[in-house]
């Protein structure tokens, strides 16, 4: 997950030792841990906020209280995965007008837009956004 929240580290990218790899997946298979899978997609941050909903792809914009719908769309003009994020985005801002959710205002919440047509290692076969939960209520919005 890359954007404003950060990355989440592959297993090899950890810095621990064996045995606590091993213990992981260990309890892992016991089901004594919860793990989320590392998707293979872009990531984005989204807020529901007093000025309506806005969006974050790194700490500058999230400083500065996102940026709106139509200021994403001059942000991705050109880029390589405009279509993608416009996509993804146009239903992450469904997702957050939707007035049946719990999403607190003014909080910015890690999103993950995946494009069948854009896998880079893993094949999903289909299009899906999901929200990262590790990361929701990452930083307030200002």
């Not at 293979?40 to 309506?52: K, N, P, Q, R, V």
Request: charged letters at 20%.
């Amino acid at each position: 997950m890359g954007g404003y929240a950060g990355h989440i580290k592959h297993i090899y990218e950890a810095n621990t030792t064996t045995s606590c790899i091993i213990n992981l997946f260990d309890n892992i298979v016991m089901g004594d841990k919860s793990f989320t899978e590392k998707l293979d997609g872009l990531a984005i941050s989204a807020a529901l906020t007093d000025a309506g909903i806005r969006f974050a792809r790194n700490k500058t914009q999230v400083a500065q209280g996102g940026i709106s719908a139509q200021d994403l769309i001059s942000f991705f003009n050109n880029h390589p995965a405009e279509r993608t994020f416009l996509e993804g985005c146009s239903t992450i801002y469904s997702i957050l007008s939707n007035t049946n959710h719990n999403f607190k205002m003014n909080k910015f919440y890690n999103f993950e837009i995946v494009d069948k047509n854009r896998c880079n290692i893993i094949d999903y076969g289909h299009s899906f956004v999901t929200l990262h939960h590790d990361f929701v209520s990452y930083e307030t919005v200002k």
